[in-house]
């Protein structure tokens, strides 16, 4: 139902439909606004995306389903639903994740771990390996800065982030051959990288890979630098390392060892040798001195001289007993290296406390169970010498700070607590140096402190095509802040050589939100399998084993995905049309408009904070009603099946429970009635009965019944009598929730007050709607009040006007309502901001202009084929290109081609192109289905000046590869049939014209009421003249009789203000005294007659428009001595006479509700007597506060915001006393006074009332409208009310074209309810009116007269009463204005002597003679 | 002082079907109109009802 009004408004050219987006602030007057809107990216482009789902499959996030209310899955790339406008898909994230906004190289850490988690290792190791060259380095090595900041820190332990990507390079070792990035492009430029470490190797890795050619110059024997010769074997092994620098070697670097810079090349050698730019990273390959006494004594050596001697295998000499001085990660390398390399006592002495040490804490860790001994802060005094000046051992002084109080490094000691420590080898490592040989000598300038200078951004030295990075240039760092820096250097060398700005777009800010994880289970950290400690000594095998592949799948599913979109990329991969884009940003936009609508809605209410209760949320069977609504719809969780989530059985017991967030005030202070619970509570219960295989009990547990809408309490009548929907009377006191069966047992007491208990499989909260948070905040935002429920507040006479001056609200936000009342009111609300900008009425609206069509009358048909793959849905099953083969084979085709995406907009111009190029009076698309894609193609027709209707489709993906997707050669061979018959269709088609005619911009209003009069002065604001026809002398209608409104709104002071704008206003013409004699004609041209009072002749009025206003009136009683008593009376006539002498005398009053109504002779409720009884009840009791009423009621239906004033009368004291239809009260006349007895409930007995006045609430009936009805061929209801086009979403449309219907003559409502329903009217007559034309359908029915017979069976089967017989020329016509294009007269005529066009019966034949030409 | 210009368009925010409505019959008559909604797609809550009353028909 609501799917065609998605795309009516998806396809509308003055709809732009901005999504993700949110209104900040509102700045200006009425007429005029600047509107300033946050949209959220979507990450998809709407213009190129087809819908075709391809990334979705591929997308490794699944997440609770929001559509489904959570209860199936959707991935982070998604369709809201399947009929969704736009249609195109969009990506869920929160910011980044943590991970990789902290991971220096920014590597998409939780998309590997997705992929990892769905077994796609290749893609993982890929995705990895696009923004980070070593994958198996690095997952030894680095520091993990993403660990600590992952979010699993915060419920348990982080993730083994580290060990998740070392997994990915374990297991590309055991693969053929290594992953080797694809080079795209070769480029000619040549860029020269001196210095094989992290940086340098990185920097060559990305240069690479944009194609440069690269050769890497290594002083060092061997390639990897610090990685090499830095980091220890057990630590990094050499055969990874190999594998790594391997494959950037296959890449195309070429890398040149034991070369130094500065001797055996120079930077004017490099230009010489064609070299474009350099990148200089060098490393930190020397190491920093003590400076105290004997320090160059024999014994004495340098911690990076030592690995490095070691790493090249020279002969290093050490002693049993060595002395490491230094607390950082190099430190506990040496001092490992030296425990493996033989020597008995290893003793790390360092300044820092343990706590203070700048080794990573793992380190330490392993270090200590090495037996490494640790000794904390002391500074070195001054090396022992023995007598061959041998160091022996070095003195310490005790460091009482390493800090200064600014916290930069600064050690103070206390000489007088030193302590010798004895060894035969010192080695000391406090930090490293650069070795600047040959760059100062170059030119490239240096830092005081010995680094390399360059641009921290741009990384840029101070030789223009020069750049540095790494150690060298920021001092010692990781090897990932190596490999973050080189990817720098090359995006810098790119632009460098490419001419573009360095410094432009680079600082990006990294930011990131962490999820809430208080819900969260523990699930411990994977530990990782090492080499006992034991088992380390005197070898330099690798400690940590890593993880297998069932450890590494255990591992990535604690992963808790906070980015939501793990920006794994697999989207835009397997995204064909090349829609995704993860760049989008938010963006800040500032619209201009005239005047506003508010309709953002409801939320639906969270029984969550009643779990104690409800037990929602803890067993799964209890479930809110829009989760059992999803249960129940075919496209839902369930596929429609109708079973319990605890067991997927189906139930057989269902309990509803109302009024859950709705009239409770204690509990969750929603004191309102959502008006809409009771409806769905039937629909749902009646729907649940027909989805159940065995018979299903349904039972509703309810307060009061509120079906007070139009034609609802049939509804009711019809669930309870017919359908055998259990309705329950009782507030359900608790629940019990059995843990093993989950079924749940109900307590209750019954209507006498017995204490019940029973089971159910299932209980369904119907849950009511509130005011959101969101719009709660918008309405602060933009200024505009609210009411104590956070509803958007209106008056009674302004039902949709906000405090605001040009902002108008309607829908739930206003208050709680259902769909037509919503419907309605965003009627009223189109033309209250229509009018704020009438004078600018067409300004902004866009029109299409069509080139003049081309003539194709007499040429033989030149068919062009067009045949879509839509990405792989048609292209992965059917053989397209053998489709579009065989469909040049075919008669009349001169032109077949084949898209990937025909519907895509480049297509559209390659169909306009071809058209023309080739001449084509036909055209055929082989693709999907007409319903959502043939008008687009229609339009492309029409732009190139072809008729729309010589277009024909052929859905070969519904109804040929998603259905056939397993058997291709069939489906192929169907997909050449459907072209077969298209094409044959389309060789019959003949241009159609759509008939326009003229639209008379005149309404005729009939009925002068409030309905009448508000519908007419809308019409005059928007700038529409209107005739008002009343039938009485005076205008005013039911109101005339009304005083105050519930609210306490003066009715009369409104109606004289109104009936005074109205005889004001030069745009209406009233008639009073005038009734319709006459009426002719269609939609935009009618004709009406209209009798006055004292005039002979009826006047014509001709009018495009007709608005339906005849009102309605008070149902005269004929029960409870009504005209026999005066003590009995209405309730109309009770407000009168409270009005006129007040409520003096009335000790004791008794009401009596639904006379008139919810019987046999008018089922229906007539919606507003509840409220009149409250109302006057209260007016009453505030005259006379000691005065006693008593209401007599079957349910009272003070629905929405009303049920305030029925909480208030309880409160007053006013007593209500329920009754059933079966048992009315009993009224006598009693000497003084009049006795009513009544039947009370709870007593279970008669209760008798002595009263001094009794108030009938006689319901609602139509004004006599048979004459009018007749007439005008109105249809109206058995109970005399007009009937609308659509109850749900046409409410104020008639079936006829052109009509409109609003107030009582739609059915009974309050004043509020009736003006907007008028505005809403006068709304959809605009939409008509502002038109200077209108284009009837070209489809439509045509009789050949010479063939007729008359037979009058069209006459008789057309369900619009369309086709007459027009006795004076003796033939059948059918009036194309007024001609649906159903088809049923072609259908059904005997002779076939009626044509639809375009559905001829030639054309609808040669598609069956096709098919059967094929042979079956 | 003159009155500033007024504009030809009208904004709607909230794309259920009370929005949808106000803007089909806002855009029907001849103003442009931005629907300005918060999630990835208009419809709001109606489109995930299965039937609606009194009718029984399918609420898609």
Known sequence: MISPKLVEVGRHLNIEILTNSELLSLDGEPGRFTAQVHQDPRFVDLAKCTSCGECAKVCPIALPNEYDEGLSERKAIYKQYAQAIPGAFGISKRGTAPCKATCPAHVSIQGYIALIDEGKYAEALQLFKESHPFPGICGRVCHHPCEQICTRNDVDQPLAIRELHRYLADW????????????????????????????????????????????????????????????????????????????????????????????????????????????????????????????????????????????????????????????????????????????????????????????????????????????????????????????????????????????????????????????????????????????????????????????????????????????????????????????????????????????????????????????????????????????????????????????????????????????????????????????????????????????????????????????????????????????????????????????????KKIAWLQCVGSRDTNRCGNGYCSSVCCMYAIKDAMIAKEHSKEELDAAIFYMDIRTFGKDYEKYYDRARNKEGVRFVKARVHSIYDDPKTRDLTLRFADESGNMVDEPFDMVVLSVGLQAGEGTKALAERLGIEMNHYNFLKTGPFAPVATSRPGVYTCGILQGPKDIPASVTEAGAAAPAA???????????????????????????????????????????????????????????????????FTCSQDTQDKIKEKIQEENLNRVVVASCSPKTHAPMFMETLEACGLNKYLFEMANIRNQDSWVHANNPDLATKKAKELVRMAVARSATLHPLHERVIPVNKRALVLGGGIAGMNAALDLSKQGFESVLIEKEDKLGGMARRLHHTIEGADVQGYLEKLVGQVEKDDKIEVLSGAQVAGFEGFQGNFLTEVKIDGQQEPRSIDHGVILVATGGAEYRPKEFLYGEDDRVMTQVELS?????????????????????????????????????????????????????????????????????????????GVIFVRFDKEHPPQVAADGDGLKVTVKDHVLQQDIEIGTDLLALSAGVTATDTKAVSDIMKLNRNPEGFFIEAHVKLRPVDMPGEGMFLCGMAHGPKLISETIAQSQAAASRAVTFLSKDTIQLSAITAKVDVDHCVKCLTCVRSCPFGVPKFNVEKGEIEIDDALCHGCGVCTAVCPRQAIQLSFYEDDQITCKIDALLAGGI | MTAPEKSGSVMVVGGGIAGMQSALDLAESGYYVYLVEKSAAIGGIMSQLDKTFPTNDCAM
């Open chain 1, 172 to 651: 590309e070792q055991t693969q053929e051959s290594p992953y080797v990035p694809e080079v795209k492009e070769k480029r000619d430029e040549k860029v020269a990288v001196i210095g094989s470490g992290p940086a340098g190797l990185t920097a060559a890795y990305y240069l690479a890979l944009a194609g440069y050619q690269v050769t890497i110059f290594e002083k060092l024997p061997k390639a990897g630098g610090m990685m090499r010769y830095g980091i220890p074997e057990y630590r990094l092994p050499r055969s990874i390392l190999d594998t790594e620098i391997g494959v950037i070697e296959q890449m195309g670097v070429t890398i040149k060892t034991g070369v130094a810079f500065g001797q055996d090349f120079t930077l004017d050698s490099l230009k010489k040798d064609g070299f474009a730019s350099v990148f200089v990273g060098i490393g930190l390959h020397g190491g920093r001195k003590l400076g105290v006494e004997n320090e160059d004594a024999e014994g004495v050596l340098q911690g990076v001289d030592f690995l490095r001697d070691m790493a090249l295998g020279k002969e290093v000499e050490i002693g049993e007993d060595v002395l490491v001085v230094g607390g950082g990660n190099v430190a506990i390398d040496v001092a490992l290296t030296a425990k493996r390399k033989g020597a008995k006592n290893v003793t790390l002495i360092c300044l820092e406390k343990r706590e203070e040490m700048p080794a990573w804490e793992h380190e330490i860790e392993e270090a200590l169970e090495s037996e490494i001994n640790i000794v904390n802060s002391f500074g070195p005094k001054n090396f022992f010498i023995d007598k061959s000046s041998k160091v022996s051992g070095i003195e310490f002084k005790t460091c009482t700070a390493v800090f200064d109080e600014n916290g930069r490094f600064s050690p103070s000691y206390d000489e007088d607590a030193c302590q010798p420590f004895f060894g035969d080898t010192v080695i000391v490592s406090i930090g490293q140096s650069t070795v600047l040989d040959g760059i100062r000598e170059q030119g490239i300038e240096t830092t005081p402190p010995g680094g390399i200078k360059a641009d921290p951004v741009t990384l840029q030295t101070s030789v223009e095509w020069v750049f540095a990075g790494g150690d060298a240039f920021y001092g010692p760092k990781s090897v990932v802040d190596a490999v973050s820096c080189g990817k720098e250097a090359a995006e810098s060398i790119h632009r460098y050589l490419n001419g573009l700005d360095l410094a432009e777009g680079r600082e990006k800010q990294w930011e990131f939100e962490k999820p809430d994880t208080s819900m969260e289970a523990h699930k411990p950290r994977t530990p990782v399998r090492c080499l006992d400690p034991e088992a380390r000594e005197c070898n330099f095998l690798e400690v940590s084993f890593g993880f297998n592949e069932e450890e590494a799948k255990k591992e990535a599913d604690r992963c808790l995905r906070c980015g939501i979109c793990s920006e794994c990329y697999q989207c835009v991969k397997a995204c064909l049309a090349e829609a995704i884009d993860h760049t989008q940003q938010p963006e800040d936009k500032e619209i201009t408009v005239g005047s506003v609508i508010l309709s953002a809605g409801t939320e639906i209410y969270d029984p969550g904070e009643l779990s104690q209760f409800y037990h929602y949320g803890k067993n799964p069977n209890v479930m809110t009603s829009l989760e059992f609504e999803r249960i129940l719809s075919a496209s839902g969780p369930t596929m429609g099946h109708l079973v319990r989530p605890s067991d997927e059985k189906e139930p």
């Open chain 1, 834 to 900: 229509g009018a704020d900008v009438a004078e600018a009425r067409g300004k902004d609206a866009k029109t299409i202009e069509f080139p003049e069509e081309i003539d194709v009358a007499g040429i033989e048909p030149r068919i062009g084929v067009f045949v879509c793959n839509c990405g792989i849905n048609i292209g992965g099953v059917v053989n397209v290109p053998e489709v579009q083969e065989y469909a040049g084979t075919l008669p009349g085709v001169v032109f077949t081609d084949s898209n990937l």
């Open chain 1, 1136 to 1212: 009168d006479r409270l009005e006129k002498s007040g409520a003096d005398g009335l000790d004791t009053v008794v009401m009596i509700q639904c006379v008139g109504s919810r019987n046999e002779e008018n089922p229906n409720c007539s919606r507003i007597c509840c409220q009149a009884a409250v109302k006057n009840a209260l007016a009453i009791k505030k005259q006379n506060p000691a005065s006693q009423i008593f209401v007599l009621y079957r349910d009272m239906r003070t629905y929405g915001l009303l049920e305030d004033y029925y909480t208030d009368a309880r409160k007053q």
